[in-house]
């Protein structure tokens, strides 16, 4: 019986040992995820702590500097949120402000619009001036300036924003586009202000154009700013210069241009 006893025993204690011998590779392999780099907070520790005797060192052997650690921690959580957030707003900036496409932009609305835009389908924006009786005698002004008009057609899209005759005749204080800014002396001086009268309608696409959803900032031939805004609620759309708003009648739309009829002009006499 006592040699039974000693046997069992014998191989309790062996079953201990061999418990007690896992290979270190089977706990690497269950190290946990995200668990603080302890090496990196100690030597943190220790820099702190560089000119304290030996004495000092016994007597904080096995104790942490809570306060230290949680400064270390807070500080790397920071470093993280700030990339995030970098990150993060670069991706909306992105998202909210594209570059500009005169195309798409308007042939965007098109597919909402109910009543503003008219289309002409497969025709040129210099066709569509010729369509448009409202706005002949601009048409007509745009057509004489030929070096304008070349100019007009690099663009890949052209957008025009055309006085109508009636704003022509009761918008410039009794004055006629040839007549102002400067006082006319002779043809070449008539000639000259309807160049400029012209410029101050035409849109011309130059550097980092850019859209925020429904409203596009654009430089003008006479090196203006205007805004082209669309009212999606009422289907229309708006033109600011300046701080004044002008509605847009309507919107004619071709495959190489659009043009923009304001019963306005975007540039008056000085009284």
Same mark, same amino acid.
């Given at each position: ?13 062996? @079953? ?29 520790? +220790?820099?702190?702590?560089? /000119? &304290?005797?030996? +004495? ?8 942490? #500097? ?11 959580? &920071? ?13 909306? /900036? ?11 932009? %308007? ?5 909402? *619009? ?6 002409? &389908? ?15 005698? %601009? ?5 004489? *300036? +030929? ?9 890949? %899209?052209?957008?025009?924003? $055309? ?6 005749? *009761?918008?410039?204080? /009794? ?15 008539? $000639?000259?202000?309807?160049?400029? %009268? ?24 006479? /090196? ?8 999606? $609620? @009422? #289907? ?36």
């Amino acid at each position: 019986m006592m040699l039974t006893n000693l046997l069992a025993l014998s191989a309790s204690v062996i @079953t201990l040992a061999e418990c007690t011998q896992q290979p270190d590779n089977d706990i690497q392999k269950r190290e946990p995820k995200n668990v603080a780099n302890l090496d990196y907070l100690f030597q943190q520790y +220790e820099q702190d702590h560089k /000119g &304290e005797d030996s +004495e000092e060192k016994v007597k904080r052997k096995n104790v942490a #500097d809570l306060s230290n650690l949680e400064h270390i921690l807070e500080d790397e959580q &920071e470093s993280v949120e700030k990339d995030s957030k970098i990150k993060r707003d670069g991706i909306q /900036g992105k998202q909210a402000r594209r570059v500009f496409d005169p195309k798409s932009f %308007f042939h965007a609305k098109i597919k909402r *619009s109910q009543k503003v835009i008219k289309t002409y &389908e497969s025709s040129s924006v210099n066709n569509v001036l010729t369509q448009v009786r409202d706005v002949s005698v %601009f048409a007509g002004y745009l057509r004489d *300036s +030929e070096k304008i008009l070349k100019q007009l057609h690099k663009n890949r %899209f052209a957008v025009i924003i $055309a006085p109508s005759d009636h704003a022509l005749s *009761s918008k410039l204080g /009794g004055r006629k586009p040839w007549e102002f800014p400067r006082d006319p002396n002779d043809e070449n001086d008539a $000639a000259a202000n309807i160049q400029d %009268f012209v410029k101050a309608h035409l849109v011309k696409f130059e550097g980092e154009l850019s859209e925020i959803q429904d409203e596009v900032a654009l430089l003008l031939f006479d /090196g203006q700013t205007i805004v082209i805004r669309h009212d999606a $609620a @009422t #289907d229309s759309f708006r033109v600011e210069k300046g701080d004044s708003w002008t509605d847009v009648v309507a919107v004619y739309y071709a495959d190489d241009g659009a043009v923009l009829v304001i019963d306005d002009s975007l540039v008056k006499p000085q009284n």
